[in-house]
């Protein structure tokens, strides 16, 4: 099963700096616990309750670490959201396309190889 935690942030309510002290330690640990990043998604080959629970667990270690500063990590986070998905595409991202193909006749290929040689 491939999972997905999304994560947002209250940039509206707390400032830059310590919404990038938050997203920092919360990469780190993502990425520690078998996720891999895309953009503000995590994305793992895992079972809806093993990555939910890791990324509960994340996000309370992170509130661990960043406490004695005085930030509340569940008041920063916006959204905090796990889903399955088979397929993500970038809508942004030019539309794929069919690489195009030359076919090269062996004989004039082996003349472009030889060519270089003499």
């Not at 999304?6 to 616990?33: G, P, T």
């Not at 008041?75 to 399955?84: A, G, K, L, Q, S």
Request: proline share 3%.
């Amino acid at each position: 099963m491939k999972s997905a935690v999304i994560i947002n942030l209250d940039y509206e309510h707390h400032s830059v700096q310590v919404c990038r002290a938050v997203w920092d330690e919360i990469v780190l640990r993502m990425e520690s616990a078998g996720f891999s990043r895309h953009y503000r998604i995590f994305l793992a080959d895992m079972d809806g309750e093993t990555a939910t629970a890791k990324a509960k667990q994340v996000v309370a270690e992170v509130e661990d670490v960043l406490a004695p500063e005085g930030i509340l990590v569940f008041d920063v986070i916006r959204e905090f959201y796990w889903f399955e998905y088979r397929q993500i595409n970038d809508l942004l991202a030019p539309a794929n396309e069919i690489p195009e193909v030359s076919i090269i006749q062996m004989d004039d290929f082996q003349r472009f190889l030889n060519s270089g040689t003499s």
